[in-house]
């Protein structure tokens, strides 16, 4: 295989090819090198220094097929047309604050694995589901607040803990067909009425 190499002219007045004053014009090219923000593509018409569009979500890479806008010297890389190595990490891109909306419909998204990772994360729901196979959930600390919870466990359930302690403001009971309570050191039943069997 022969390459070319390339090396574009940095001066707007000899890189980019002539067009009429304010008539945009759009081509098909390769993108050679990157510097930066800046990508130098290679058209039919010689090799251009361009910068990916504000919609042009999917990053261009080296080496992909791209369609190049430009109008008064300055172009930009419109869309990725087709991607020089699929197996390569895709980037969507968007600078500053973005809001992803849909406005009637739902929204779904799809994939075999998900990482999600960030300073801090808020979700607010009317109603929401979560199922899984297996739940695994590590966290430095732990608060909920809940008005009413119930938990339902068909199998075992094991707390293992360095102290437990329960406040309940009213009434407490625990129903077992078989109970024990074992404390290794000391075991104290207080109250003003103290009432066993």
Do not use: F
């Amino acid at each position: 295989m022969t390459q070319t190499q390339t090396s574009p002219r940095k001066n707007a007045n000899h890189a980019y090819p002539q067009a009429a004053h304010g008539q945009a014009r759009q081509y098909h090219a390769r993108l050679l090198m990157q510097e930066g923000r800046r990508y130098c593509a290679l058209t039919d018409e010689g090799a251009i220094w361009t910068v990916a569009a504000a919609g042009c979500l999917l990053q261009p890479a080296v080496g992909d097929t791209v369609l190049v806008s430009i109008m008064n010297g300055t172009a930009y890389v419109l869309t990725v047309l087709e991607r020089a190595d699929d197996s390569r990490v895709a980037v969507l891109a968007m600078e500053g604050d973005t809001r992803l909306q849909v406005q009637h419909g739902q929204l779904e998204i799809a994939c075999q694995d998900m990482k999600v990772q960030g300073e801090r994360l808020s979700t607010r729901w009317k109603h929401r589901t979560d199922i899984a196979t297996e739940h695994l959930e590590y966290a430095a600390r732990s608060e909920v607040y809940l008005g009413t919870s119930t938990r339902r466990i068909s199998g075992h359930e094991e707390t293992s803990a360095e102290s437990s302690r329960s406040v309940v403001q009213k009434d407490w009971s625990t129903l077992a067909g078989t109970a024990s309570v074992v404390g290794r050191d000391r075991m104290v039943v207080d109250g003003d009425s103290v009432q066993i069997g």
